[in-house]
């Protein structure tokens, strides 16, 4: 039986670091309101003028993984690119990402799917390797968000949250009965809600698809209804575990790492103790980094690696809730 397993892991961010205290400059806000709500101590952004997207952080990112998994280029026979940010309107990130290793004919695939991106992504890839359509698949996370956001005080409910910041992992085909790889996946998506957490311009529905108006108008930046996101959170991603536990046959406590994205400190403190883990089996980073959106899952998930909590024979659940709405997980052994 042909299982999708990750065999290796990447993360860059740009070396930018910004504080809540460099916050303070552009916006009325503080180092303690934004620990306080978020967790979040700092994050990277891109240096402003400097024409890096998406693609170029991904690129980094995965010539990293690349590296840990004994991959070259010319291996990768698909590219999935998970991204809220790409560098153009169209076309897709993933063909730049291509161009950037040196293919010139391997297909790529962008995921528009924002804090689930990377769970889609990984359900993709484990579809792609299951049916045979492909045996190396090159995933990506990644996010210029600091190009986007209002850093007025008019903004600074969503842009004191948002980091920059890509990760990768490659997806191989192993050949094995053995319960291996990705072991399930459940994705679930709500457009009605979709304008809780949204970018609305350029848009094809306007016409023409940016005007002066709204760009005065500040619609070229992201809006959230955070109160409600956050409530959302709170009831799916107990659901969604709950769901994909059944889907894979295994108990809560067969889990060795929860990694939820990292949307803020306290709903993951609060997912923890509502489905009763130990501390310690909640995975956080959005202390340094901040919300990096698609990046975040694969970025944390690479960190978790180097520091030795997840290793060969490791069960890790993935888990996130974002902009769609759209909230998923997925469960991996390592
Ligand atoms: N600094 C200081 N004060 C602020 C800031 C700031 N950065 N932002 C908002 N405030 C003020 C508000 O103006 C408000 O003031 P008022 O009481 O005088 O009106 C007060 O702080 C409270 O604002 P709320 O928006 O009610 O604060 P809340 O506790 O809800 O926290 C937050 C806001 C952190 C955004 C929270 O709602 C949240 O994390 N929501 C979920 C976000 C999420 O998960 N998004 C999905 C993933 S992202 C994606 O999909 C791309």
Same mark, same amino acid.
């Given at each position: ?180 790889? /990705?072991?399930?996946? *459940? &994705?679930? #998506?709500? +457009?009605?809600?979709? !304008? ?5 311009? %350029? ?36 659901? /969604?575990?709950?769901? *994909? &536990?059944? #889907?894979? +046959?295994?108990?809560? !406590? ?5 990694? %939820? ?74």
């Amino acid at each position: 039986m042909k299982r999708a397993v990750i065999v290796g892991t990447g993360r860059y961010v740009p070396p930018r670091v910004v504080t809540n205290a460099d916050l303070t400059r552009w916006m009325d806000t503080s180092d303690e309101w934004i620990r306080q709500r978020t967790g979040i101590e700092q994050r990277y952004w891109v240096e402003e003028g400097v024409r890096t997207g998406a693609s170029d952080l991904g690129l980094a990112a995965s010539q990293r993984a690349m590296a840990k998994a004994g991959w070259q280029a010319e291996d990768i026979d698909l590219i999935i690119f998970a991204t809220l940010s790409p560098d153009l309107f169209f076309p897709g990130s993933g063909c730049l990402l291509q161009h950037k290793l040196g293919l010139s004919a391997t297909p790529a695939l962008d995921i528009r799917q924002q804090c689930t991106g990377f769970i889609y992504g990984l359900a993709t890839a484990d579809a792609y390797i299951r049916s045979g359509m492909a045996r190396r698949i090159l995933l990506v996370g990644a996010e210029v968000h600091s190009s986007g956001l209002d850093i007025s005080t008019a903004g600074r409910d969503v842009s004191v949250i948002f980091g920059d910041g890509a990760a990768a992992v490659c997806v191989e085909a192993v050949d094995s009965d053995a319960p291996l790889g /990705v072991l399930g996946s *459940v &994705l679930h #998506a709500n +457009g009605a809600l979709a !304008e809780s957490l949204m970018t609305e311009a %350029p848009a094809s529905r306007e016409w023409p698809r940016l005007t002066e108006a709204m760009l005065r108008e500040r619609r070229h930046f992201p809006t959230m209804d955070g109160k409600s996101i956050f409530k959302e959170a709170v009831r799916r991603l107990p659901e /969604v575990t709950r769901e *994909v &536990l059944e #889907a894979t +046959g295994l108990a809560l !406590e067969d889990i060795d790492l929860f990694i %939820p994205h990292q949307a803020n400190f306290r709903i993951n403190q609060f997912y923890q103790q509502s489905m009763k883990l130990p501390e310690k089996k909640v995975f956080h980073n959005i202390q340094r980094y901040g919300n990096t959106t698609a990046a975040s899952i694969p970025l944390a998930l690479d960190e978790a690696v180097e520091m030795g909590l997840v290793g060969q024979g490791s069960t890790v659940m993935f888990l996130g809730l974002g902009s769609g709405l759209t909230w998923a997980a997925a469960v991996h052994r390592f």
